[in-house]
Every structure is written in C-alpha cells, then in structure tokens.
C-alpha cells in the first residue's frame, strides 16, 4: 500500500517538475518499500522495518505536499488536505495503542475515518484534474475552430476577388462579340471569331468551377484529418502507445504538408491566371535546384521508404525562372512519390540534348492507362486519383506545371504502363557550356554533421504567441539567452538595451512598426546583429525588400525547424 502511495503522491503532484532531488527521494522511497515487501513475504520479521520507516515517510510525503503547495502545483491542496487527515489519523491509532489519548469512539476510530476522508480528497482531487484537462480540450478545440473560421474568411475574400475577375473576363468577352458581330462583314471572318470567344469564355468557366471545386472539397479534406487525429490524440492521450501516437501525428503533419502544397500551387495558379507572376528567367546550376528540392522531400518519401535518386554525368547550367522551375520539380517528385509503393524508388535525370536539356522523374509505382495519360495537363477533365497510401490531390500541379515548363520555353509529356510506373519528361533551354565533368552517378551525399555552435543571445520579435513558442523551442539549444517582444518598437528597444545580442527573428507583419522599419532602426546603431525576416505573407519580392531594409536573410512561413537551424549555423 505505501509503495503504492508513493507512486501516486510522484504522479499526481508532478513534482519533478520544480524539484529534481524530491523527485528522486519518492523514487528511492517506492524501492525501499518494495524491498521490505519482498522480504517479508519470505519471513515476518522483517515487518518491524515497515514500521519504524511508516511515520517518518509519511511526514515526507506531507513535505512534498507542502512544498508543491508553495510551488502552486495544480492539485498540492487536495494533496496535503489528504495526508494531513490520514496522519491525524494515523497519530489517533498510534496515541490509543500507547495509551497516551483517552480511548472514545472517535480515537477508536480515527484511523479508519482519517482514511475514509484521505481517499474522498483523493477523488476530489481527481475531479479536479479530470475538469482541468476538459478545460485543456475545449480551448484547444476553439482554437481550432478559430484557426479554421479565419482560413475560411480567407478563402472567402479570395473566391471572392476570383469571381469577380472572372465576372469581369466574362463581361469583356461578351462586349468583344458583340463588336465583333458588328464591325466584321465577313460572317466566316465573324463566326470564328465568335467561336473562339466562346472557347475562351468556356476555358475561364472551366477554370471557375475548378478553383470552387479544389476549395470547396481538396482543400477541406486535408482539414478532415487534421482535426479528426488531432481529437483523437486528445481524448485518448494516455491510452494510445507511443508507436500508435507517433503514426497519428505522422498522418496530421502529412496532410498539414499536402495542405501547404495545395495553397502554393492555389497561389501560383492564381497569378498565373490573372498575369501577376513575376519572371525573372537567369542562369542556374542545375543540379542545385533539383538536391534542394529532393533535401525538401526526403522526409515524405521516408515515411514510404522510398529512395529518392538524382543522376547526371556533368554539371548543367539552365536557363530559366528559377521559382518557376522549383514549382514545376516540386509537384512532379511530389507526384512521384504519390503514386509509388512502399520501398520504391523514385530516378531523376538530367541530359543535355543539343540546344536544350531533359529533366525526366522516374518512378517504379502504379502507372497509369493511356485513356488518363492524355487527360493530365487539362485542367477541364478534372484528373484526380488517390495514391498508394490514399493521399488525396487536386490535379491542379500538373496544370501549373505544364504552363511554367511552357512559359520557360520547353515542352512537357509524360510515358506511362498501368502496372509499372510513369516518366515525366520536361525540357528547358541550354545556354551554355557544362561547367565542370562530374564522374559521380548518384547526387544523393549522406548528411554532414552540423559544427557546434556557441550558445547565443537572441531576440525573437513575434506577435503571434504560438509562433514564437515554436521559434523559442526551435532555437534554444542554440540560446544562452532568449528574449521575447511583440512589436517593433519593443525590438529596437531590445536591441538598444542589449548590444551583445548575436541574433534577431524578426517578423514582418508587427503592430506599432512594421518588421521592416523596425530593421532599419536597429541598422541605424548596429550593423553586426545577424537579423533574419519571417513572415506568413510569401509574396514576390517579399525576399528583396527585407534584405533591402538591412535582414541579412529571409524564412518563409511556415517555417520549418531544419531550415531554420541550417540558417543559423550559415551565420553564426
């Protein structure tokens, strides 16, 4: 029973959480306890030793009680209230045994009530935590749902733009028949001209009814799972093994990433549509961009143990766009590992043919039939099908990158058996020489270990409690100090009081002052803080105009702890 006793006082009262030795000493407690049970199941001598240890242990458990109580751990109060009537309890038996006390029906007794009052605390106590993890859930819970009504405002207010700008098209288009209908003479001249108003007309329906259709359905699917696991998670925290609870968040941060990647493809979709995507066409290194984006989907393709394998015989050097073609690579390796089993294998390619290179995405997984190879690149038929691990898309990455491989100046097609797996192919202009001979096959190089780096002083300049909660967790096995404010000019504060701190993560969206103004303040009096922008917004431009307001370097949201560690250890 006191073994037992021990345990609960460690779990109910967490003490560990404000003193480790106490922690430790409930510990070697419930040892000595159950040595001493041990021993007297093999002779009843060794009983005496129970006795002798019993008050002066019990006076500890009340300590650690009291203690927790000054700590204002959660249920120290219930805690203590209970032992202190079951040691009252206790000091009414051990006063009547030695005839120190009056024997009456409450000495007689006393232990036996002092018991009955511990073990009611103890429920109470218990009802307590049970109200307080309630109350856990139901704020979560709402955060939730806030998180999701204000997406949905989002998404509204965009739908909204949308639908007005195609109203708009569609208005243009009708005026244009009709002068057309009027100026031409020539009825052939006139009907084609009409007929391809009409395409036209029809195209930009299309394109409508697909972006209600992706956010009506594609884009609250992925919210479906989040919600659902992440309920289940909380209701059922302490029932679930670790290896249960680690595939139900494996299934959140997947759709959380499906998720993210459907917004990209939505964003450059729109701005493909209404012309306001920047090109900006220049020399790359090939093989630069495609490491980078298979180092961004290694993670997903582990989760399949899938190998993700770059070859090529030389370093390339492109022409072209250079956010275009990491779009158009994204989706397709995405794609790849989509449709590709478990233990696949996913090949890249990289050939220079004559005036132009080939890119080709080699997968061994499901292929598909000619009937739905055809269909691929039409954003009309609506192509969507469920991977080998039931993970769902929209068919509007392939459409994006059939009209970035053509805005680039190269052409796209795809090769394909039901059974066997799918190439994707895309070229791109080759404008000149390769730069140097490289014999390796495989561009896949095993990770290098990070160097150590000092332990730093940092300044985080977020609003959002959340995100500065994950920044600070990210960041402190890197941080001496961390200092935490919520505007601009709280930051330049900061940084005035503080000339020794070494790093700042400054966030661009600030009330007061904006993250920008906020840099070139701080820049006014100190040029060798290493600050970094962050922001939600990932707009074009958004880059340059931080390192124009004196950031040496930009994260976009959501910003991931490997990206930004690597960030870190490129400066300091």
Partial sequence: MAFFLTLFTREILKIRQVSKWMDTSLIVMSVIYLLIAILVAFDVYYYQFLGLIAMPFTLFLLFVGVYGMIKKLPLSKFYVLASSLYII???MYAGLTLNVIPYTPLTRYGFMIGSFLELIVFSLALGYKIKLIQAEKLKFQEKIVENERLMNKNLEIKVKERTEELLATSEQLENTNALLSIQIDDKDIAIKALKKSDSKLKESNDTKDKFF?????DLRSPFNNIL????????????????ETEKYLGIINSSANNTLILLD???NWAKSQ???ISFNPEKIILSNVILEIIKLKKSIAKAKNISLNYFSSDEIEVYADENMLKTVLRNLIFNA???????????????????HVEISISDNGVGMKDETRKKLFNISTNITTKGTANEKGSGLGLVLCKEFVEKLGGNIWVESEEGKGSTFHFTLPYKSETIKENSSKNEILPPVEASPIKKLKILIVEDDETSEEFLSITVR??????????????????CLNNPDIDLVLMDILLPEMDGHEATRQIRKFNNDVIIIAQTAYALEGDKEKAIAAGCDDYLPKPIKADELKQMIRKYL
């Avoid at 259709?213 to 359905?217: F, L, M, N, V």
């Avoid at 659902?228 to 290896?243: C, D, K, R, T, V």
């Avoid at 890197?478 to 504060?493: H, L, P, R, W």
């Fill in 89 to 91: 309890g206790l000091f």
């Fill in 213 to 217: 259709s992706i956010i009506a359905h």
């Fill in 228 to 243: 659902g696991f992440s309920e289940l998670l909380i209701e059922n925290s302490n029932n679930y093994e670790a290896a």
């Fill in 265 to 267: 493809n939505l964003l």
């Fill in 274 to 276: 209404t012309g306001k």
């Fill in 337 to 355: 590992i989509k449709f590709t089993k478990l233990g696949g294998h996913i090949n890249i390619y990289a050939v220079s043919i004559q005036d």
């Fill in 477 to 494: 096995k890197f941080g001496k100090e961390i200092i935490n404010v919520k505007t601009g000019k709280d930051a330049v504060e900061a």
